[in-house]
């Protein structure tokens, strides 16, 4: 099983990040695929999820700002962060909608005010 994350870093607020995740075929061919985000005190939570056909939905949170984008041919997952808040900063994971148990390696987002 594999859920990698990358892309993460240190942005000034306004700014932008483009995350990406490498999931198992197995994972990702039979399921929607969702971006997860955890502050520091705060429980996990989805904020934007692709279903196979590429329908998306978002947290309202981060509608019109973040856009979620999957590549079928290599079982891939993006988030484009634009107009980056400090309350986006945490550690963000890509996982399965519902999740599976193994959350993989997560991703840290800063956002400086």
């Known amino acids: 099983v594999q859920l990698q994350a990358s892309g993460g870093g240190l942005v000034q607020a306004g700014g932008s990040l483009r995350l990406s995740c490498a999931a198992s075929?197995?994972?990702?061919?039979?399921?929607?695929m969702g971006w997860y985000r955890q502050a520091p005190g705060n429980q996990r939570e989805l904020v934007a999820r692709i279903t196979t056909s590429g329908n998306t939905n978002y947290a309202d949170s981060v509608k019109g700002r973040f856009t979620i984008s999957g590549d079928n041919a290599k079982y891939m997952v993006y988030l484009q962060m634009n107009s980056l808040k400090p309350e986006d900063a945490g550690i963000y994971y890509c996982n399965s909608v519902p999740n599976i148990k193994y959350w993989g390696r997560g991703t840290l987002v800063t956002v400086s005010s």
């Open positions: 075929g197995s994972i990702f061919r039979l399921n929607e």
